[in-house]
């Protein structure tokens, strides 16, 4: 049996997401036909997307603003996340004083933190920057510090025997067995770095951007706006998960074939010669 090209199963996950917001938008429409709600309470879907498509000069550089807010605070909650979880398991001595602090930080509201942020650095980029680190560094710790716990001994104890340093024994066996977790924690934090950038534009901007355009609009009784932004808002979050979801497929192609990728050559490389201390053998 012929194997179905990669991209028929690329095209139906495709045509899957298409028909999951087509529901969406049909529900959407059923929930107004049944509740006979007025369109200042829940605008209609096509008014919502008319307020996108009318401001559509203005709503590209409010969405360049949220959009910017939300990569740089992810990227920098993802790389202080995993080498925070990275030094707590190669020091036990960290992990002990760190982990109690991590957890009680999570527990401080994320709009309590804002205010202090102000205060400390003043109405610019940076106290939103921080906030939507601080959503997604969390979930990238745990995540990484699971996968880092859960490395195979014996693969730790061949890897000595082969005389492999801290360092090779590292990249080699520790960090390919925390790809899987680390991708799962940047997943949770694509989903939610979104809501820091809100949250930092209520609290703590002096620029505008969706979040602060969802305020006004909402202060102005303009519920299409509202909801517009809120698609808007939406399609940003739903974005960066599926971003994360495809470079997780590459870099991980063990998962889903059992040969080499295209990109590799198409063949598995040779593995390298390590020295072996020698083992004489035994004759009985």
């Given at each position: 049996?012929?194997?179905?090209?990669?991209?028929?199963?690329?095209?139906?996950?495709?045509?899957?997401?298409?028909?999951?917001?087509?529901?969406i938008f049909c529900a959407w429409e059923l929930l107004l036909l049944a509740t006979g709600l007025p369109a200042?309470?829940?605008?209609?879907?096509?008014?919502?997307?008319?307020?996108?498509?009318?401001?559509?000069?203005?709503?590209?550089?409010?969405?360049?603003?949220?959009?910017?807010?939300?990569?740089?605070?992810?990227?920098?909650?993802?790389?202080?996340?995993?080498?925070?979880a990275v030094i707590m398991a190669q020091i036990p001595i960290v992990h002990r004083l760190l982990y109690p602090a991590l957890i009680t930080s999570q527990a401080v509201p994320i709009v309590a933190i804002a205010a202090p942020l102000v205060i400390i650095f003043g109405f610019g980029l940076t106290p939103k920057l921080i906030i939507v680190a601080w959503i997604v560094?969390?979930?990238?710790?745990?995540?990484?510090?699971?996968?880092?716990?859960?490395?195979?001994?014996?693969q730790v104890n061949l890897a000595r025997l082969l005389r492999g340093t801290r360092l090779r024994t590292f990249l080699i066996v520790r960090l390919p067995a925390c790809i899987g977790p680390l991708f799962s924690g940047l997943k949770i934090g694509a989903s939610y770095a979104v809501t820091g950038a809100v949250i930092g534009e209520w609290t703590a901007s002096a620029h505008v951007?969706?979040?602060?355009?969802?305020?006004?609009?909402?202060?102005?009784?303009?519920?299409?706006?509202?909801y517009g932004?809120?698609?808007?808002?939406?399609?940003?979050?739903?974005?960066?998960?599926?971003?994360?979801?495809?470079?997780?497929?590459?870099?991980?192609?063990?998962?889903?074939?059992?040969?080499?990728?295209?990109?590799?050559?198409?063949?598995?490389?040779?593995?390298p010669v390590s020295p072996v201390p020698h083992i004489e053998k035994v004759v009985t």
């Amino acid at each position: 049996m012929t194997e179905a090209p990669a991209w028929h199963a690329y095209a139906r996950h495709v045509l899957l997401w298409l028909v999951a917001i087509a529901l969406i938008f049909c529900a959407w429409e059923l929930l107004l036909l049944a509740t006979g709600l007025p369109a200042y309470v829940i605008p209609t879907p096509g008014a919502a997307l008319g307020v996108l498509r009318d401001n559509a000069a203005m709503m590209r550089g409010l969405t360049f603003q949220t959009v910017t807010e939300t990569f740089y605070g992810y990227i920098c909650g993802a790389v202080i996340g995993f080498l925070l979880a990275v030094i707590m398991a190669q020091i036990p001595i960290v992990h002990r004083l760190l982990y109690p602090a991590l957890i009680t930080s999570q527990a401080v509201p994320i709009v309590a933190i804002a205010a202090p942020l102000v205060i400390i650095f003043g109405f610019g980029l940076t106290p939103k920057l921080i906030i939507v680190a601080w959503i997604v560094f969390f979930p990238v710790v745990v995540n990484v510090l699971d996968g880092l716990a859960s490395v195979d001994q014996d693969q730790v104890n061949l890897a000595r025997l082969l005389r492999g340093t801290r360092l090779r024994t590292f990249l080699i066996v520790r960090l390919p067995a925390c790809i899987g977790p680390l991708f799962s924690g940047l997943k949770i934090g694509a989903s939610y770095a979104v809501t820091g950038a809100v949250i930092g534009e209520w609290t703590a901007s002096a620029h505008v951007g969706l979040g602060t355009y969802l305020l006004t609009a909402n202060a102005q009784m303009n519920t299409a706006g509202v909801y517009g932004a809120m698609l808007l808002l939406t399609a940003i979050g739903v974005g960066s998960f599926l971003i994360v979801l495809v470079a997780e497929h590459f870099a991980t192609p063990w998962r889903t074939q059992m040969t080499a990728p295209p990109w590799f050559g198409g063949r598995v490389p040779p593995l390298p010669v390590s020295p072996v201390p020698h083992i004489e053998k035994v004759v009985t």
